[in-house]
Nanobody, 128 residues
Framework: QVQLVESGGGLVQAGGSLRLSCPASGRTGRTFSSYIMGWFRQAPGKQREFVGA????????AYADSVKGRFAIYKDNAKNTVYLQMNSLKPEDTAVYYC??????????????????WGQGTQVTVSS
């Protein structure tokens, strides 16, 4: 089992910034260094969508076009934590943000059904 607990969400004005955190814990027989960690979001009335992902082993990243240049994913190996830094936030970024762990893939990707574990989500609200 892997436990993921997102934090850092809140209310921010358009143009502002937030940083979400996702510490990973638990035992799966694999080290965290082999995981792909993804961030997804779900706005009210919409399907959950890919935001970005990072390979824990080689730090490769992938981002949705809608967030490229504004969001960045990075990790802290010592803390087993992945972060989503969100800058220049827009009202359309309002959503519940989830982190997820893929224990089997080699490169970051947007395919939700390949992620094995999910956090409970954290709300991000951007006011105009």
């Amino acid at each position: 089992q892997v436990q993921l607990v997102e934090s850092g969400g809140g209310l921010v004005q358009a143009g502002g910034s937030l940083r979400l955190s996702c510490p990973a814990s638990g035992r799966t027989g694999r080290t965290f260094s082999s995981y792909i960690m993804g961030w997804f979001r779900q706005a009210p009335g919409k399907q959950r969508e890919f935001v970005g992902a990072i390979s824990w082993s080689n730090t490769r990243t992938a981002y949705a076009d809608s967030v490229k240049g504004r969001f960045a994913i990075y990790k802290d190996n010592a803390k087993n934590t992945v972060y989503l830094q969100m800058n220049s936030l827009k009202p359309e970024d309002t959503a519940v943000y989830y982190c997820a762990a893929d224990l089997h893939s080699s490169n970051p990707h947007p395919y939700q059904d390949q992620y094995d574990y999910w956090g409970q989500g954290t709300q991000v609200t951007v006011s105009s």
